[in-house]
């Protein structure tokens, strides 16, 4: 499968803690993004790492990629209630029209 | 702004019944993709649409069939449903090329008894 594994499958915490998530897969990659998907709705883009870079911050998020290793990381610093969801990476398959998904970490920011 | 636009929401059929659920865009993407979400199996792609007149299969094509009417809507049909499908599909479309965002739709929730 070329799907992305992603670990841990759920995690919960303190608000004002710290998130960590981390996705793996197999297939080299130009670049990987992060979505967010809230209960019951669609998922929504947060972030984008190409693969020439090692590290990419937006607000409170901060992603790493490491293309040797085949993984990806994605931390939420300071976390709120509002940011319980669960989180997916993505990255397509080299000279293809298709995206994978990774198979997602539930997040529960407990207030 | 609709952005991805899918019907029904929810649905029910029986075993052996067949249903489409459509799918629409207003933002002039090329590309254009259907998935299933399952516990625990994360999304998973079932067919995409590169550019309107072309659809490829994905990761779960079995059981499932597409159209790409125009460049705005892309379908997908189960022409003889079974329980294994009872899911939440999401209909999603980017522009071409990699690194472009992916705009999903709000689901579709498919119960088959």
């Known amino acids: 499968s070329q799907q992305g594994e992603e670990d841990p499958q759920a995690l919960s915490i303190q608000e004002g803690e710290n998130a960590t998530m981390n996705c793996s897969y ?34 409170r998020l901060r992603v790493t990629l490491d293309t040797s290793k085949k993984s990806s990381s994605l931390l939420i610093t300071a976390s709120r209630a509002a940011d319980t969801a669960s989180y997916f990476c993505a990255f397509k398959v080299p000279g293809t ?14 207030a | ?72 809507e892309f379908s997908l049909r189960l022409e003889s449903a079974a329980p294994s499908q009872t899911s939440v599909y999401f209909c999603a479309s980017s522009e071409a090329g990699d690194g472009n965002t992916i705009y999903f739709g709000e689901g579709s929730w498919l119960t088959v008894v």
């Open chain 1, 26 to 59: 197999k297939t080299s990659i130009n670049n990987l993004q992060w979505y967010r998907q809230n209960s019951g709705r669609g998922l929504v883009h947060l972030i984008l790492i190409r693969s020439n870079e090692r590290e990419k911050h937006s607000g």
């Open chain 1, 97 to 110: 029209y298709k995206y994978i998904f990774g198979t997602g970490t539930r997040l529960k920011v407990l």
């Open chain 2, 1 to 72: 702004n609709a952005g991805v636009t899918q019907t029904p929401k929810f649905q029910v059929l029986k075993t052996g019944q067949s249903m489409t659920l459509q799918c629409a865009q207003d933002m002039n993407h090329n590309s254009m993709y259907w998935y299933r979400q399952d516990p625990g199996m994360g999304l998973r792609l079932i067919y995409y649409s590169a550019s309107e007149g072309t659809t490829d299969k994905g990761e779960v094509p079995n059981g499932y069939n597409v159209s790409r009417l125009n460049k705005r």
